[in-house]
């Protein structure tokens, strides 16, 4: 027999040998595969990372320093032995002198109630100083600012810092309560905004749904700002009607929002014509933000608003990394996440081209989101929406109620997905979207055709009839008995004293608690004492959730 005839069938016997092989395989259930790996743990790569703190002034970096201390009993002249009592003079020397090069206005503890402050370009704003000492501990040297009534406290300036206050209780019939950022880009740095509000605007009376009120309760940025907002925290800030009750951003901005805390804010408490998106942030009509290592806890949209967390619409691009949401609800859609692109439009005004992919994505990589929630329970994580393109990846979610995808260009990959998910709808002018490589242990509906492949999916069979056992998770959540605890009601903290024993420093550090209906996340740990971002007020026990790290 011809030898090349006999390499032929043995190549065909071992071809049909390795397909039964196959099918009989695909018949029966599998382990989960070792590939997929949770990515929980990612936010505590550095447990001191998120939140205010005291950082070091570089005195070497300023060609002047003018001091400021508002109990000062001394003449004033600025100088270290001598400081100026307000802000506003410290400002006028600047003026008088026509300084050059970079200036620092260092600010003493205190209660400042000024008219509003303009910063200037070249000129940095520090607060947390111990006069005469001038030692600087931004916990300890508290430094308060409040506005004069009907005026917001700050007006942002470029190439200029504010870096360690509290900006408190402003309240604005118009946009921006605590800071205003009209195309201007100022760093914000180590600041507590709390209590601060914009009221509806006079004589609210919209047509349609969705106008434009008064946005941002604490910081407005808009018309091409590029501010950098990080290690700050937001408590309890509110919009009557506006979007963003911590942040708002509206045209072209470009923002970078990084290791601050949202705690508590509202937005929409009056509002019946759904102008109140994002209880925490939200990124509107063409702008840009890379919001990262945030945490989002405890926000609200109220009365038909989308987004209990952060909202991103009207063709906004951006990149949401390792932040953790956790409780937020929407009175609409989008407990923790919404993101949008096309705009509802009224009147017969019609809607927008659907923008090119370079100009126009969301990408939302590495985040957790645990016990978020909307009024339709179907999308407490998030909803991704509206022609909107981007990507979902790497994210874990729990005991939420729900995801949901509709008429978007998306990619959903290797996520750990323990909520019901929902992927419906499409659009001419969309490709189809991708599910690939996620575990998906909760309700599956599906009625398009995206590219579906490699999945563990709740109850589903996929191409080659492969069903997966139930998964497992590493067994790593502890519950505790609380001793004591004391709320800090200044800054939303908890600590906890617990019967918890040999827990390493700082190993809990961005781990999900909660007791009964109330949830924190971890700030840090010590011995038996926890450190908690929430109010877990009259909590006898405490429950640290699991990481969901997948079993080998």
Known sequence: MNVNILIIRNLKIIINLLLINLLFIGCVKKEIPPAMVS???SQAEDSTAVGIKTEALQKEKYNQLIYVNINSDTSEDGKKESPFKSIHAALDAVNSM?????????????????NTIKMQPNVDFYGGFNAPSWERNI??????????EGQRIIEGADNSRLDGFILDKAKVRGKGGAILCAGVSPVLSNNIFKSNTTLAPQNWAPKYWHETANNGGAIFCENGSQAIIRNCMFLNNTTENGRGAGIAADNKCKLRISNNVFINNVSGKNDPMRSSDGGAISIFNWCQATIDHNVFLSNRALNKNDGGGVFVALWSSAVIDRNIFVDNI?????????????EHRYGGAPLDPIPATEDFSVHITNNLFFGNKNSSLNSGVMRFTMESKGSYTNNISALNNGIYFQRSEVSVRKNIILDNFLFIETKNGLLPGEIRDNLIWGDFTLDVNPLLSGNIIKGKVDSIRQQYKEP?????????????????KDNLETTLLTDGENVPENNLAHRIIRSGDKWGVIKSNSGSEITVWGNLYGAETVQILPTYTLSK
């Open 39 to 41: 990515i929980a743990g």
């Open 98 to 114: 026509a300084m050059t090069g970079k200036v620092a206005i260092l600010i003493a503890k205190g209660e400042y109630s000024e």
């Open 139 to 148: 916990d300890t040297n508290k430094t308060i600012l409040y506005a004069l």
């Open 330 to 342: 929407a009175g609409d859609d989008a407990g923790g996440l919404f993101v949008g692109g096309q």
């Open 472 to 488: 497992k998770f590493v067994k790593d959540g502890s519950t505790f008995s609380v001793i004591s605890l004391n709320v800090n």
